[in-house]
């Protein structure tokens, strides 16, 4: 085998039947960079349904349940005490809200990481 360097600018190594451009050696690194890229979005994917769905529906689960009971302890203080107190109110009102942000969180994150097809659906 000879081993040439050519005197095109496109043509970095000859041998024999082998031409190599640098054309070739892009495409071949595009090639390589993509495989990365891939191994990367799966790494991600995963990452992302690890968090979404048992740690986000388990922090979820727990987050409701524990506003369900403090607004079950708020509203027995507010019973018991005579003067109306806007801090239980304010209390109350937070548990509620809080409750609304989780449930929207197992809607549009954990629901779509559990059950993929829902993302072809038009009416999610």
Not at 2 to 27: C, D, F, I, P, W
Not at 65 to 75: C, E, F, K, P, T
Request: proline share 2%; hydrophobic share 40%; glycine share 4%.
């Amino acid at each position: 085998c000879k081993r040439q360097t050519a005197v095109s600018s496109n043509t970095l190594l000859t041998t024999g039947q082998l031409k190599v451009t640098k054309h070739k050696m892009e495409h071949s690194m595009d090639m390589i960079n993509q495989g990365d890229n891939n191994v990367y979005a799966e790494k991600t994917h995963y990452a992302n349904w690890v968090t979404s769905v048992p740690v986000g529906l388990t922090f979820a689960t727990l987050g409701l349940m524990g506003n369900a009971l403090s607004l079950i302890v708020w509203d027995r203080v507010a019973r018991n005490t005579e003067v109306s107190n806007s801090n239980i109110k304010s209390f109350k009102l937070l548990g509620v809200v809080n409750s609304c942000f989780l449930v929207s969180y197992l809607m549009a994150d954990t629901l779509k990481s559990c059950v993929p097809s829902l993302l072809q659906n038009y009416i999610f």
